[in-house]
């Protein structure tokens, strides 16, 4: 079953598909994730030439993020990854980024967290978000989450998402659509 979307009003958001995540060489590379990048970049051509916007984000870490925290600490659980200036920080060559789209630097799982991603959907009209990139179950899924509870309409591309282990992706998947937002494939995804 397809869904139209009018791109006046959709951003194609394409979370993390970065070197750290999608290449074999990433601190935190994830096959899947690297599987990920032909499907996020048809949806991402589709949707561009439908005239809908495209948001990357970038999870970057300056080397000292977490030293003084309290508690949360991504580099004690996940070791470091994606520090700030490094090859595994930068988008994924496979990624046609062009001066139109809109990169957001984040530095926690949810692009919305302290970055101008709100004010940039809500200054050009967006309220629906197709949501693709890795990984599923922790900043695609904190992105959906908050973009829901922003009033934003987050419709997950579930072939267009990378992941670690196939079961945490079912889990964000079914967790998301259950909760607050849509699951579709790219192929259910139309533009009116």
């Known amino acids: 079953m ?6 006046a009003e959709t951003a194609v958001i394409v979370v993390d598909m970065q070197n750290g995540f ?7 590379y994830a ?6 990048l032909d499907p996020v970049t048809g949806l991402v051509e589709r949707a561009r030439d439908a005239g809908a916007r495209i948001v990357y984000t970038r999870d970057v870490h300056p080397a000292g993020q977490f030293d003084e925290n309290h508690y949360y600490d991504e580099f004690d659980r996940w070791g470091e990854h994606v520090v700030e200036g490094t090859w595994d920080a930068e988008l994924h060559d496979a990624l046609d980024v062009r001066d139109a ?34 990984l599923a179950n922790v ?6 989450s908050s973009a829901g509870l922003r009033d934003y309409r987050p419709v997950l ?6 992941y670690i282990e196939r079961d945490h992706k079912e ?15 790219r192929a259910g995804v139309a533009f009116a």
């Open 101 to 134: 789209d809109h990169v957001v630097e984040k530095h926690t799982y949810d692009a919305f967290y302290q970055t101008d991603l709100e004010g940039y959907l809500d200054s050009h009209g967006v309220n629906d978000l197709l949501l693709c990139g890795t």
């Open 171 to 185: 889990y964000a998947l079914d967790h998301a659509d259950w909760l607050f937002g849509d699951v579709t494939e």
């Open 157 to 162: 591309v579930e072939d267009a998402v990378g």
């Open 22 to 28: 999608c290449h074999p060489e990433g601190s935190l």
């Open 139 to 144: 900043c695609v899924l904190h992105t959906a």
């Open 31 to 36: 096959p899947p994730s690297e599987d990920a």
């Open 2 to 7: 397809e869904t139209e979307f009018d791109p």
